[in-house]
C-alpha cells in the first residue's frame, strides 16, 4: 500500500484542484455547467482510486490531518464577512431565506419519512437520509446516528455517512447547473462588484500591500481559529454539540465588528476572502478524492431512492428560493448556494456560487445572505427539527 504524508496529500489535493481547472478549460461543457473545479479534481482522484483497489483492499493511504483545519480556516474566513454593518442591510433577506432553509428542511424530513414508510422500512431512516444528513452534513449525522440506532434505525452510522457523502457530490455537481439555468433562461446579468458591499476600514494604503495584508488575513484567520477552539469547547461542556468550526465563526465574526470600529484593528478582507479560496478548494478537494466510491455503489436501492426524491425535490425548492429571495441574478446565485448546503455542506454553496460569480458577475448579497443561514442559523433550527422527529417517531 502506497501510504501519502500530511504534505503528499495536500499536493494531490492541490493537484486534483488544478486537474479540475484543467477539465474545465478542455471541457467547455463542464463550464458551462458550473461544475466546481474542487469537486471535478476531487471526484477524478477518487475514482482513479477506486479503479486501482485490489482484492477489496485500498492501495493508496492519505493523511487527511489538514482536512478539518482547512475547513475550519474557510468557515473562519466567512464568519469574517460577518459585519453588522451588512446586517443592517441584509437583515430582512437572511430572516427570509432562513425561513424557507427551515421550511425545506422539514420537507426532507416529510418527504424522506413518508417513502421510507412507503417502502416498509423505518420512517426515521428516511429523516436520517434527509434533513440530518443533507442540511446536517455528515458532522450532525455521525453527531445523532447513536441516538437514530437506539431509536431502532439498524446501521445508522454507515447510512449517515454514506447519505451526507452522496449528498456531498450531488450539492457539487447539480447546484451551479441548477442556478446557470436560471441565469441563462432569464438573461440575468450581475447588479455590481461586492467591493462596494464591503469595504475595507482603513484605506486604500492596506489594499496596495498585497503581501502585507495576507500576512495580515493569515495572522487574523489563525487567531481566530484559536480563540474558536475555546469557545467549541465551551458549548462541548454544556452538552451543545455543533459543528466544530462554529466557535472560530464566532470568533472571527467579533473580530471583523471590532475592527470596523477601530482601524488599527482592520481586516483586510480580500486578503481574508483569497485565503478562504485556497482553504475552500483545497478541503473540497482532499474531502472528495478520499471518498469510497465503492461504498457508494453498493448504496441499498432504498437509500438511492430517497436521495434522488430530495435531490428532485430541491430542484423544485430553487426555484421558489429564486422568486421569493427578488426573482434577480443574486437570487438565482442563492438558489445556488441552497441547493449546496441543503445537500450537502456550506462549503458546497460557497462553492457553488463562486463558479457562479466568477462565470456572471459579482453577487454581494447572496454571499453575505447564504453563509449566515447555512453555517450558522440553519445549524440550530436543523438540531430542534431532528430531535422533534425523533421524539415523535422513535
Not at 455590481?192 to 486604500?204: L, M, Q
Not at 441552497?338 to 459579482?362: C, E, H, I, K, S
Request: glycine residues 12%; aromatic residues 6%.
Amino acid at each position: 500500500m502506497l501510504a501519502l504524508g500530511l504534505t503528499e496529500t495536500l499536493a494531490l489535493a492541490a493537484l486534483a484542484v488544478a486537474a479540475g481547472q484543467g477539465l474545465r478549460r478542455t471541457l467547455p461543457v463542464l463550464a458551462r455547467y458550473d461544475l466546481p473545479a474542487p469537486v471535478l479534481g476531487g471526484l477524478l482522484v477518487a475514482l482513479a482510486v477506486s479503479l486501482l483497489r485490489r482484492d477489496g483492499q485500498d492501495v493508496v493511504r492519505f493523511d487527511t490531518t489538514l482536512q478539518a483545519p482547512l475547513m475550519i480556516a474557510f468557515f473562519t474566513t466567512v464568519g469574517f464577512g460577518a459585519s453588522l454593518r451588512l446586517l443592517r442591510v441584509g437583515g430582512v433577506q437572511v430572516a427570509w431565506f432562513l425561513g424557507i432553509a427551515t421550511v425545506a428542511a422539514l420537507a426532507q424530513n416529510l418527504l424522506g419519512a413518508g417513502l421510507a414508510t412507503a417502502m416498509g422500512l423505518p420512517p426515521l431512516l428516511g429523516v436520517l437520509a434527509g434533513s440530518v444528513t443533507l442540511t446536517g452534513g455528515p458532522a450532525t449525522g455521525l453527531a445523532f446516528a447513536p441516538l437514530f440506532e437506539q431509536a431502532g434505525v439498524s446501521g445508522a452510522t454507515v447510512i449517515a455517512v454514506s447519505a451526507a457523502m452522496t449528498g456531498i457530490v450531488m450539492g457539487g455537481l447539480f447546484g451551479g447547473p441548477v442556478a446557470g439555468r436560471i441565469i441563462a433562461r432569464r438573461g440575468l446579468r450581475s447588479a455590481g462588484a461586492r467591493a462596494a458591499v464591503a469595504p475595507v476600514p482603513g484605506g486604500s494604503a492596506h489594499a496596495t500591500d498585497t503581501g502585507a495584508a495576507l500576512l495580515r488575513a493569515v495572522i487574523l484567520i489563525l487567531l481566530a481559529m484559536w480563540l474558536g477552539g475555546y469557545l467549541s469547547r465551551g458549548f462541548s461542556s454544556l452538552g451543545v454539540t455543533l459543528p466544530a468550526y462554529i466557535g472560530a465563526m464566532l470568533a472571527a465574526a467579533v473580530l471583523r465588528n471590532l475592527g470596523d470600529r477601530q482601524p488599527l484593528l482592520h481586516v483586510p478582507i480580500q486578503a481574508v476572502e483569497d485565503v478562504g479560496a485556497v482553504a475552500l478548494s483545497l478541503f473540497i478537494a482532499m474531502a472528495l478524492m478520499t471518498l469510497k466510491l465503492w461504498e457508494l455503489v453498493d448504496l441499498a436501492l432504498p437509500l438511492l431512492v430517497l436521495l434522488t426524491a430530495q435531490a428532485l425535490l430541491l430542484v423544485g425548492l430553487c426555484r421558489l428560493v429564486f422568486r421569493l429571495m427578488g426573482g434577480d441574478f443574486d437570487a438565482a446565485v442563492m438558489a445556488g448556494g441552497f441547493y449546496g448546503f441543503m445537500m450537502g455542506t456550506t462549503a458546497n454553496a460557497v462553492a457553488n456560487m463562486q463558479t457562479l460569480t466568477d462565470r456572471y458577475g459579482p453577487a454581494p448579497r447572496a454571499f453575505l445572505v447564504v453563509p449566515l443561514v447555512g453555517a450558522f442559523f440553519i445549524d440550530f433550527v436543523n438540531a430542534l427539527l431532528i430531535t422533534v422527529f425523533l421524539n415523535v417517531l422513535g
